[in-house]
């Protein structure tokens, strides 16, 4: 049986479709801990965009009334100079709006400074439970693989065996005793074109609809997450000990 037969038989047959699968259901326990992890990282995420926000409407209100002195001052002085220097009621209810407005940039930058030190906080706790929600997932998905795994090997290895032999004597039909390849010689050339085979199936869209469907995981919300804190040990003590010190401050 030659290479070039195979893959003529290989193209002459109609693709068989993916049969669904199941989620994984023996790491239960596990995957109710990611879902539960989930959430909570979905609400902590919520809690530091709420504090971003507010510093971020802090900040604007700030510029504005900053904005609305540095106008009232410019008014003021003006006036004070088309007078020559008399000091009207005019000039007196400008220089009373600047200094209200200034008072407001003030009390805005008050707030502002008061919200942010929460922001190492939320960050953190943002960053941890990513960061089990991550290691969690991964430990899912490696059970899962396992398992699949095994089942998959249980239902196709008579299948496998049976077409091996086949392959084998077909391989080694007619030769001489010794120009006959080994099993092992020939397990190379036999599973080579079963990877062969697969990998071409690797890129179809139903593999990894299937694939979804089958890990059946819950969506992580990344998207506010410093990753970088994440990923680096380091970084993620640096800002632990910020918030440990922030506390007994």
């Known amino acids: 049986m030659s290479e070039n ?14 049969e669904p699968r199941q989620p994984v259901v023996l790491d239960s326990e596990r995957r ?39 106008a009232a001052r410019e008014k003021w002085r003006e006036k004070l100079r088309e007078g020559d220097g008399t000091l009207t009621r005019e000039v007196q209810k400008l220089r009373v709006a600047e ?7 003030e009390e ?15 960050e953190l706790e943002a960053v941890d439970l990513a960061s089990k929600c991550i290691s969690l997932r991964s430990a899912v998905i490696q059970d899962a693989a396992q398992q699949l795994f095994d ?20 391989e080694n039909s007619g030769l001489p005793s010794r120009q006959k390849s080994t099993v092992d010689e020939l397990a190379g050339q036999f ?29 992580l919300d990344l998207s506010d997450v410093d990753m970088d804190i994440v990923r680096s040990l380091a970084r993620r003590g640096m800002l632990r000990n910020q ?4 506390e007994a401050a």
Not at 42 to 60: D, L, S, Y
């Open 5 to 18: 037969q195979t893959a003529t038989t290989s193209h002459a047959e109609p693709e068989q479709s993916i």
């Open 32 to 70: 109710a801990r990611l879902r539960d992890l989930a959430e909570e990282l979905g609400e902590a995420v919520q809690v530091k965009r709420n504090v971003v926000g507010k510093i971020e409407t802090m900040q604007r209100a700030r510029k504005a009334a900053q904005a609305d002195a540095d």
């Open 99 to 105: 200094r209200s407005a200034l008072s407001l940039a």
């Open 108 to 122: 805005y930058g008050s707030f502002e400074e008061e919200i942010a030190k929460d922001v190492p906080r939320v």
């Open 151 to 170: 089942q998959t090997l249980m239902q196709v290895t008579d299948s496998l065996a049976l077409a091996f032999e086949v392959f084998c004597r077909a």
């Open 191 to 219: 599973f080579w074109r079963i990877n062969r085979h697969i990998c071409r199936r690797l890129d179809d869209a139903p593999v990894g609809d299937q694939v979804d469907a089958y890990l059946a995981l819950p969506v």
């Open 243 to 246: 918030v440990l010190g922030s």
